[in-house]
């Protein structure tokens, strides 16, 4: 017997189609929000409720349960955002008169400097790749482009392979919300991606032989997807830093981003540059560089300084 859907499923059903269709909301966001809207409709039903008759007072109840469930200041904000949206698309869609969520106040977000790695790390983990035992041109490719561009992992596993044509001297990037950049390629990425490519299109000649046809992705894969998934990535960095000797904790494809921010940062680059190499839409998400370079700074002096070591008694 299949389960009746949930009463409120409709409304965040064309919710989220809308939010696809005007807006290009990225396949990960949207499935967060509907994670988060049907919690919240599983918690109106509960007070006997529902999105069309929810006021206020429910949507703060509701976000004072998400605390006392012990959910991180980020991911309240996340639900009340969704919450948020969906009640200003009901609005204009004439389902409510009002919006109930306009004047809530979310619960910020907690201000964590992002982890990065040492240029001594990163090199460690561009050699492991280099050394691979297997797939050596390729995990050599994935790393140097990782670094050289800072491109989120997802961005990196679905490039197509019309991108890396010509020994390109900058990469065209297809970033959140479908929005394009353009990054320079470091000389070491640009060998590093040539040679892969070839390798690629002599592999793909002879599968083309035996009736494959061929992939548009530069880093392809006979799975679901057509190329090299995130999961798999993941795992793979994982596997660089245990042969590289540093910490799998430490390292994600993220920290590699971060890593690629904070040492263009070091070395002297502006924060207009980064921001629109990283594909940021505001100039203060990209600020944290600032206080993740500030806290290295201090950390280095109160380390080395002769006058904040303390003195033996």
Known sequence: ???????????????????????????????????????????????????????????????????????????????????????????????????????????????????????????????????SPKNALRNTCLMELLYATGMRVTELVSLPVSAARGDPRMLLVRGKGGKERLVPLSPPARAAMAAYLAARDQAEEEARQKGVPPSKYLFASRGKAGHLTRHRFFGLIKEFAVAGGVSPAKVTP?????????????????????????????????????????ARLTELVMNHHPLAKKTEP
């Open 254 to 294: 993220h920290t590699l981003r971060h890593a690629f921010a904070t040492h263009l940062l070091a070395g002297g680059a502006d924060l207009l540059s980064i921001q629109m190499m990283l594909g940021h839409a505001d100039v203060a998400t990209t600020e944290i560089y600032t206080h993740v370079l500030d």
């Open 1 to 131: 017997m299949t389960a009746a859907p949930h009463p409120m499923a409709r409304w965040a059903q064309v919710f989220l189609e809308a939010q696809a269709a005007e807006h290009n909301a990225a396949q990960n966001t949207q499935a967060a929000y509907a994670r988060d809207l049907m919690d919240f409709a599983g918690w109106l039903t509960g007070q006997s409720q529902h999105f069309a008759t929810a006021q206020r007072d429910d949507v703060e109840n509701y976000l004072i349960h998400c605390e006392a469930q012990g959910l991180a200041k980020s991911t309240r904000a996340r639900r009340l955002s969704a919450i948020k949206q969906l009640y200003r698309f009901a609005f204009e869609e004439g389902w409510r008169s009002d919006n109930p969520a306009i004047q809530i106040k979310g619960p910020g977000r907690a201000q964590r400097l992002p982890k990065t790695l040492e240029l001594a790390e990163v090199d460690r983990l561009l050699d492991a790749a280099r050394n």
